[in-house]
């Protein structure tokens, strides 16, 4: 494809229910980045993947947030026990080399 | 502390009435300061990148440069499908560091 792809693009989920992200980077980039944005605020980076390093962890809130790059392609970001204040907007970029970051549309999640 | 802070949060212009976004930031270790616009509903779209203090980058009605503080993106003339939220970002180490945005309104 053309651009970076989100699915699905809205998730509506029970508090206490899992649910799972998925990101589909432009072929033949390297970098892939797991940001969260909440209403009205700025994107907060969760995860960092990058060729067949160990991932750069540092963003994730907490331990029931959790991810995995399968085959230096697509991404899944996974919540476990979600929480209300899970709900945002989760976005997906990735890149090559020094390049700058594409994005995708984004999953909207909201937690009842 | 890393800091990224844009001003003003929302700007309403009339069509035609030039303005500026403010980004100041506090990092050590700037690799890149970014510029993306989004829309209502998507990913934010790729703007410019301003690597070094003096630097400018233009693209049709939209001016970036950069100092050591701080960044302004310049909107020149500007037109209703001119409004979106502009969104900078600084680039440290592995990951980029956002603002909270402008939210652009310009009224026809």
């Known amino acids: 494809g053309a651009g970076v792809s989100q699915s699905p693009s809205n998730k509506v989920t029970e508090k206490g229910k899992d649910v799972e992200l998925r990101c589909d980077p432009i072929?033949?980039?390297?970098?892939l980045y797991w940001y969260r944005q909440s209403l009205g605020q700025g994107l907060e980076f969760l995860i960092y993947?990058?060729?067949?390093?160990?991932?750069?962890k540092s963003g994730l809130p907490s331990d029931r947030f959790s991810a995995e790059r399968t085959g230096g392609s697509v991404s899944t970001l996974t919540i476990q026990r979600t929480q209300q204040e899970d709900s945002a907007v989760y976005l997906c970029?990735?890149?090559?080399?020094?390049?700058?970051?594409?994005f995708g549309p984004g999953t909207r999640l909201t937690v009842l | 502390e890393d800091q990224v802070t844009q001003s003003p949060e929302a700007l309403r212009l009339q069509e035609g009435e030039s303005s500026s976004l403010n980004c100041s930031y506090t990092?050590?270790?700037?690799?890149?300061l970014f510029w993306y616009r989004q829309d209502p509903g998507k990913g934010p779209e790729f703007l410019f990148t301003?690597?070094?203090a003096g630097e400018e980058k233009e693209k049709e009605r939209l001016k970036a440069t950069l100092t050591k503080k701080e960044s302004f993106l310049h909107i020149t003339a500007p037109k209703p499908e001119d409004s979106a939220t502009y969104l900078c970002?600084?680039?440290?180490?592995?990951?980029?560091?956002f603002g909270a945005g402008t939210r652009l309104t310009v009224k026809p």
């Open positions: 970002a600084v680039q440290v180490d592995n990951d980029m560091r």
């Open positions: 301003l690597y070094s």
């Open positions: 990092v050590s270790g700037l690799r890149g």
């Open positions: 993947f990058q060729g067949n390093s160990a991932p750069d």
């Open positions: 072929s033949g980039h390297t970098a």
């Open positions: 970029a990735s890149k090559r080399g020094s390049d700058t970051q594409y």
